[in-house]
């Protein structure tokens, strides 16, 4: 009788050395009592291929894809979920029946983080704001159209991107400039920051937020620092405040699931492990 091998998962991106995601799996495989493992495997670019082939083979039983080869996974991948396909982008893989699936969890993600850090909002929230037009930013207008929300406007630096976006997703989506931004804020019951501004080391997002309406939410998927200064001044005015770290947690899950066979919770020990690393070691990317 051969044994079978130990159930294996990993990160893999170029570089890939500053990683969260084996400390998120790897608390999960100890809280559940699993015996696997979740490591790191740099894929240069141009080899993401090769690296694909090995999934399902010697235990390996997916992935977790990050910089730069989301788009080239989704590519690579022989058949992807809805949202997905839908985002041309894929951050989870793993093999079934010697076809290789890709999935995007990060619509998911957010989702997961607003029900933790803003209970009750989709009862609420009809109409949104995003800042910024890049992956982020199409996943959680993904996750917002499939909730039902009635309009969802996009603030970006450069309006071009921000018109692909709308055209890409419907009616629903509307375009404004950047100078436009403050003065509709009022009519928004979310504000969500998906550039990368405000992120230690990059320039603040300086946003003038003071037209939002009291009872609106205010979310951020920056989560090095911890509490971005969009946060910050949010929390100050009252609002109901989401910093990134819940997506990056919320977004593990569903591949720790589908790799070891048990949902996995986010809970607040895992958070705090999670916050300790960033307050010890600085910037890294998920
Ligand atoms: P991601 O996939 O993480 O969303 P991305 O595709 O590189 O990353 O998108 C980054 C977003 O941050 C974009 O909306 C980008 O605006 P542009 O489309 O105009 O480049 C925004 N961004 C990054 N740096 C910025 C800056 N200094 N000022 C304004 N917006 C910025």
Not at 72 to 90: I, P, S
Request: net charge neutral; hydrophobic share 45%; aromatic share 6%.
């Amino acid at each position: 009788m051969t044994i079978p091998p130990r159930p294996r998962a990993c990160v893999t991106g170029w570089p890939v050395d500053h990683s969260r995601s084996p400390l998120i799996h790897g608390h999960w495989l100890g809280t559940y009592g699993i015996e696997g493992s979740y490591e790191r495997v740099a894929t240069p670019p141009g080899e993401f291929k090769r690296f694909a082939a090995s999934i399902g083979i010697g235990g390996l039983r997916g992935a977790n894809v990050t910089i730069p080869h989301k788009v080239t996974a989704f590519a690579e991948c022989d058949r992807c979920t809805n949202v997905a396909q839908a985002l041309g982008a894929v951050n989870t893989i793993w093999r079934e029946g010697g076809i290789l699936w890709g999935d995007n969890t990060d619509a998911e993600g957010f989702l997961g983080s607003l029900d933790e850090g803003a209970p009750g909002w989709r009862r609420e929230v009809r109409s949104a704001v995003i800042l910024g037009a890049g992956g982020a930013s199409r996943a959680i207008v993904y996750a917002l159209l499939s909730v039902g929300l009635d309009r969802i406007t996009i603030v970006n630096r450069t309006i071009d991107r921000a018109e692909v976006v709308a055209e890409a997703f419907g009616p629903k989506l509307f375009v404004l400039s950047w100078a436009e931004a403050p003065d509709w804020l009022g009519n928004a019951d979310i504000l969500i920051n998906t550039t990368s501004l405000g992120m230690s080391g990059q320039n603040q997002l300086g946003i003038e937020i003071s037209r939002l309406k009291a009872d609106a939410i205010v979310a951020d998927v920056v989560y090095v620092p911890l509490e971005t200064a969009l946060i910050r001044d949010a929390r100050r005015l009252g609002h109901r405040s989401v910093g990134g770290l819940g997506m990056l947690l919320h977004q593990a899950a569903p591949g720790f699931e589908r790799w070891f066979g048990i949902r996995p919770s986010v809970t607040s020990e895992l958070r705090g492990l999670v916050e300790a690393d960033i307050l010890g070691l600085g910037a890294k990317i998920s």
